[in-house]
């Protein structure tokens, strides 16, 4: 049995010599115009590939003690990465490389690949970046003895960095591809649960800076290329490229042909909520329950605008028909009303719920003592989480909410899980680089809704929707969840018979105090923090749109502090 020591130089090495194969090929490999998903799908795998380094201390240059006993079957499956690169003989016959007088890789995608890795490193996920020479100084580090351990070849990689390679056959490199993905599955399969908790994380993180920096239809087109046939990072990515996608399109992009429009007649009213701003009814033809949800138009407002906001709105439910999410009801397309003026964005319920018949509730509706049972406290953290999880697949994809509120939380039955809501109330969502502001509440609008609002978006001179005025308007959500109290009801500035800017303002001064007085004692530190940093980098004043990353810091100080209570 090796010592600590020789354990831990021995997977450094074997790790250093994984990395150096898969950066080798993305640097020698030359990928032409119709292979460029198959470089993002290996710059994904390496990225994954450096995750799981991270969370095994390898990154920082000492295997975790956890990990020690299973020493083999962590060298062997790093043996085989490095295998799969290490004989040219065996790239060209099994994975289709051949040699080319191309001098170097394509600008765009050098570009692309170039814009990940600097923004990992601004985010503090700084992998480490040129690979020492495994060749020449990898085995010096370790006796003759420990390298008995490894199989011949270990420290020489074959594939000379300096000559130019080309894809011969892309469906052979695919498939090359898929079994270094494989090999990373079962590395991930043997990291501890708090190991593998903070792979998923990181991982996360490194999805929504990928997102983050596919700035434009194509980029993002591409980046969804690479996903197909790839179970692992479809899961998690594949649902926020299909967002995305919608997000980075055209403005002039014309999305109400790929949605069909409904008719309204088709459907059975068999329900409608207190504001009568949801209905559920049921298909007439398949007895299929669905939500309707008002998307109200003004008769008073120009022909250009009206049909403005329609084009928004084939936008927003292309947005919503990705597949299902967790906490995302799935658009199936619209209706327009010409007696309501208005038109309803049309939502499937979920399997369960698909062929019963049940009632629209919000978790305004929900809160206080109406009902007999009051959620215990692990359930509104859990709620919260919940809520944070939904809220970050909009961010993370582009998107911006526009009314957040208890009123937008949507349960199907008074019996229905507490902590397992739904997120609706779209009727002002759009993209987060939109710049027009036709839909702006500028108005006086009730005043339980506007509770939520920024000061800084109520007004005549309301500034541009931010995704911080979206995270501050979750922070008053989470003192609702934690207080069990509607807002209207605890705030003492909830009761005026007009809100404007002024009281936005009192409204954010009495929950910042509230917060710092005596919610850690209430409900933990961890979450009183989340709600104060909320509340906090909600105002947008601090941070410039260049330097700041709402989606990431929103993951980073409220999804993944909430998921550990």
């Known amino acids: 049995m090796l010592d600590p020591g020789s354990i831990i130089a021995l997977t450094q090495i074997t790790y250093q010599g994984a990395k150096r194969a898969v950066d080798i090929v993305l640097t020698a490999v030359h990928f032409p115009k119709d292979c460029e998903e198959l470089l993002v799908q290996l710059k994904l795998e390496q990225f994954r590939l450096q995750c799981w380094g991270r ?123 898929a079994e270094l993905e494989r090999y990373i599955n079962k590395l991930d399969q043997l990291l501890p649960e708090r190991q593998s908790l903070q792979y998923r994380q990181d991982w996360t993180r490194v999805n929504i800076i990928i997102l983050g920096k596919a700035d434009d239809e194509n980029t993002v087109s591409l980046l969804r290329n690479a996903l197909e046939g790839s179970p692992e990072m479809q899961s998690s990515l594949r649902g926020l490229v299909d967002r995305k996608l919608v997000a980075a399109a055209p403005s002039t992009t014309n999305f109400l042909r790929g949605n069909p429009q409904l008719d309204k007649s088709a459907f059975s009213i068999t329900q409608a909520s207190k504001d009568s701003g949801r209905l559920m009814a049921t298909q007439k033809k398949t007895g299929e329950q669905v939500m309707f949800e008002k998307k109200s138009w003004d008769d008073e407002r120009s022909l250009a605008n009206r049909s403005k906001l329609q084009m928004r709105l084939g936008r927003l439910v292309a947005m919503l028909r990705p597949g299902r999410s967790n906490y995302l009801l799935r658009a199936i397309g619209f209706a327009e009303d010409e007696v309501a003026k208005c038109w309803w964005i049309v939502y499937e319920m979920p399997p369960p719920i ?129 207080l069990w109290q509607p807002l209207k009801d605890v705030c003492p500035h909830g009761q005026s018979e007009s809100f404007g800017r002024q009281e936005a303002r009192h409204v954010q001064e009495w929950a910042s105090k509230m917060v710092e007085s005596h919610f850690a004692f209430r409900v933990g530190t961890v979450y009183a923090n989340v709600v104060s940093w909320c509340l906090k980098n909600g105002t947008g004043n601090s941070h410039s749109q260049e330097d700041w990353h709402p989606a990431l810091a929103f993951n980073d100080h409220v999804v993944v502090p909430l998921s550990s209570l």
Not at 113 to 123: A, D, Y
Not at 440 to 448: F, M, P
Not at 453 to 464: A, L, Q, V, W
């Open 55 to 177: 969370s095994a201390g390898l990154e920082q240059g000492e295997l975790i003690k956890a990990l020690h006993p299973i020493f083999p079957e962590i060298r062997n499956s790093l043996d085989c990465i490095c295998a799969l690169f290490q004989d040219l003989n065996n790239l060209r016959a099994k994975f289709g490389i051949v040699s080319t007088s191309v001098q170097d890789v394509e600008q765009g995608q050098k570009g692309l690949v170039k814009r990940w890795n600097e923004e990992l490193r601004k985010q503090g996920l700084a992998f480490s970046g040129k690979q020492a020479d495994i060749d020449d100084e990898g085995a010096s580090l370790i006796s003759k003895e420990q390298q008995s351990f490894f199989p011949v070849g270990t420290f020489k990689v074959s594939l000379p960095a300096r000559l130019r390679w080309a894809l011969g056959n892309k469906t052979k490199f695919r498939d090359c591809v």
């Open 354 to 482: 698909a062929t019963t018949t049940c009632q629209v509730l919000t978790l305004n509706e929900r809160l206080g003592r109406q009902f007999a049972h009051i959620a215990p406290l692990e359930t509104r953290t859990r709620l919260a989480s919940a809520l944070a999880s939904a809220y970050s697949e909009l961010f993370s994809s582009g998107w911006v909410h526009k009314a957040i509120s208890s009123h937008s939380i949507v349960y199907f039955g008074q019996q229905s899980d507490v902590a397992h809501p739904f997120v609706a109330g779209f009727e002002f969502s759009r993209q987060d680089t939109e710049e027009s502001n036709v839909d702006a509440a500028k108005t006086q609008a009730r005043v339980e809704r506007n509770l939520y609002r920024h000061p800084n978006y109520i007004g005549n001179e309301s500034n541009r929707y931010m995704a911080q005025y979206d995270i501050y308007s979750f922070g008053l959500v989470l003192i609702e969840i934690a």
